[in-house]
């Protein structure tokens, strides 16, 4: 068959041809795009950042991307996010400034053989602002929480080592003052202690080595208190018995400072407030230190005397009571007085009487 024929049959109604080809490719088109099903998965999306820059606007407002993908249905039953990686790529960027990048999407070597395949991301393209990478050593704060026992208080916390380096956006890093720990509990504690936590970030934009731990120190110690007391009484010691005391004041009010359990567990009645007299011998008024006295781990944070005075005089003299019965001789009437008679003396007459007459005999 020549050659001219040939171009001639083409070009003969070429016109009728070309729509003819052009349906049929329609028709393909069609019949190949209705063949295939759709599913559509939510893939994270990665920054790269291998250059000197790094995304200064938060990625968590775009953490995802929708992925639509157009497979067989026996293939599209095998595909899920995991066989898809999405990211934008900032690494060719070295200036601080906004720029709009594409999310590109890396399907796995399976996904890749699958045909036909489409694939598809909403959005395509993200918006970020990037700035210059810095680093450097941000100190620790170590959170504290709960209440120690009664009686104890949080003298000092310490954290070892003292900082950590943190990554990110230069404006970031340097605005950033602290980085918090873990929380340390110190409800019920009594003594010093310590405990190994990691520190905690919540900035997504930085980078922290949050695996690192650090070593928080409590150190607990017995809480102060002070309290004050009033109306003790003063007592006098050593005074001879011939003298008697009057003090000025004669009573006074103190504060005792101590660990906050002996103070609470501290009585009045322990406290014995004394001025000694021994060394007087004589009438007068005399100004004398006070003592005190007493038992319990606390001392004295302040009273209100310090010196007594004390007038010294002699106790009055009782005048003896005297029995006016003592010296006193009942009078008793004579004939009431008994009298020892003799055996041959004469009988006594009554008075007015004559005495018989002697009988005589012969």
């Given at each position: 068959m020549?050659?001219?024929?040939?171009?001639?049959?083409?070009?003969?109604?070429?016109?009728?041809?070309?729509?003819?080809?052009?349906?049929?490719?329609?028709?393909?088109?069609?019949?190949?795009?209705?063949?295939?099903?759709?599913?559509?998965?939510?893939?994270?999306?990665?920054?790269?950042?291998?250059?000197?820059?790094?995304?200064v606007?938060?990625?968590?407002?775009?953490?995802?991307?929708?992925?639509?993908?157009?497979?067989h249905?026996?293939?599209?039953?095998t595909?899920?996010?995991?066989?898809?990686?999405?990211?934008?790529?900032i690494?060719?960027?070295?200036?601080?400034?906004?720029?709009?990048?594409?999310?590109l999407?890396?399907?796995?070597?399976?996904?890749?053989?699958?045909?036909?395949?489409?694939?598809?991301?909403?959005?395509?393209t993200?918006?970020?602002?990037?700035?210059?990478?810095?680093?450097?050593?941000?100190?620790v704060?170590?959170?504290?929480?709960g209440?120690?026992?009664?009686?104890?208080?949080?003298?000092?916390?310490?954290?070892?080592?003292?900082?950590?380096?943190?990554?990110?956006?230069?404006?970031?890093?340097?605005?950033?003052?602290?980085?918090?720990?873990?929380?340390?509990?110190?409800?019920?504690?009594?003594k010093?202690?310590?405990?190994?936590?990691?520190?905690?970030?919540?900035?997504?934009?930085?980078?922290?080595?949050?695996?690192?731990?650090?070593?928080?120190?409590?150190?607990?110690?017995?809480?102060?208190?002070?309290?004050?007391?009033?109306?003790?009484?003063?007592?006098?010691t050593?005074?001879?018995?011939?003298?008697?005391a009057?003090?000025?004041?004669?009573?006074?009010?103190?504060?005792?400072?101590?660990?906050?359990?002996?103070?609470?567990?501290?009585?009045?009645?322990?406290?014995?407030?004394?001025?000694?007299?021994?060394?007087?011998?004589?009438?007068?008024?005399?100004?004398?230190?006070?003592?005190?006295?007493?038992?319990?781990?606390?001392?004295?944070?302040?009273?209100?005397?310090?010196?007594?005075?004390?007038?010294?005089?002699?106790?009055?003299?009782?005048?003896?009571?005297?029995?006016?019965?003592?010296?006193?001789?009942?009078?008793?009437?004579?004939?009431?007085?008994?009298?020892?008679?003799?055996?041959?003396?004469?009988?006594?007459?009554?008075?007015?009487?004559?005495?018989?007459?002697?009988?005589?005999?012969?």
């Amino acid at each position: 068959m020549s050659v001219k024929p040939f171009l001639e049959k083409i070009s003969h109604d070429w016109l009728a041809k070309v729509v003819c080809f052009a349906l049929a490719l329609v028709l393909y088109i069609f019949f190949r795009f209705n063949s295939l099903d759709k599913k559509t998965m939510i893939v994270p999306v990665e920054v790269r950042e291998t250059g000197s820059m790094t995304a200064v606007t938060n990625v968590g407002r775009v953490k995802a991307v929708k992925v639509t993908v157009r497979a067989h249905r026996d293939q599209l039953a095998t595909i899920s996010e995991s066989d898809f990686h999405a990211y934008v790529d900032i690494s060719d960027k070295a200036r601080d400034g906004t720029y709009s990048f594409p999310v590109l999407i890396e399907p796995n070597d399976r996904v890749m053989l699958m045909e036909p395949l489409e694939i598809g991301t909403k959005p395509d393209t993200i918006e970020l602002t990037l700035e210059e990478k810095y680093f450097r050593q941000v100190p620790v704060r170590p959170v504290i929480s709960g209440t120690p026992l009664h009686g104890y208080h949080q003298a000092a916390v310490t954290v070892v080592p003292s900082t950590v380096l943190v990554r990110g956006p230069r404006g970031l890093v340097e605005s950033l003052k602290e980085i918090p720990s873990e929380t340390v509990s110190v409800e019920g504690a009594q003594k010093t202690f310590s405990r190994d936590v990691h520190v905690v970030n919540d900035n997504a934009m930085l980078t922290v080595d949050t695996q690192t731990q650090v070593r928080v120190g409590v150190q607990l110690v017995a809480a102060e208190l002070e309290r004050s007391f009033t109306g003790i009484g003063i007592a006098v010691t050593g005074l001879a018995e011939q003298f008697e005391a009057v003090l000025q004041p004669s009573t006074l009010s103190l504060s005792v400072e101590g660990a906050m359990l002996d103070v609470e567990a501290f009585e009045q009645e322990s406290i014995r407030a004394e001025v000694d007299c021994s060394q007087i011998s004589e009438a007068g008024k005399f100004e004398l230190p006070l003592a005190l006295n007493f038992a319990g781990n606390v001392y004295i944070a302040g009273q209100s005397v310090q010196n007594v005075s004390v007038e010294v005089k002699l106790k009055p003299v009782e005048e003896e009571s005297v029995d006016d019965n003592i010296n006193t001789v009942e009078e008793v009437p004579a004939e009431d007085v008994p009298v020892d008679v003799p055996a041959d003396a004469p009988e006594k007459l009554p008075e007015g009487s004559e005495p018989a007459a002697e009988e005589v005999t012969e």
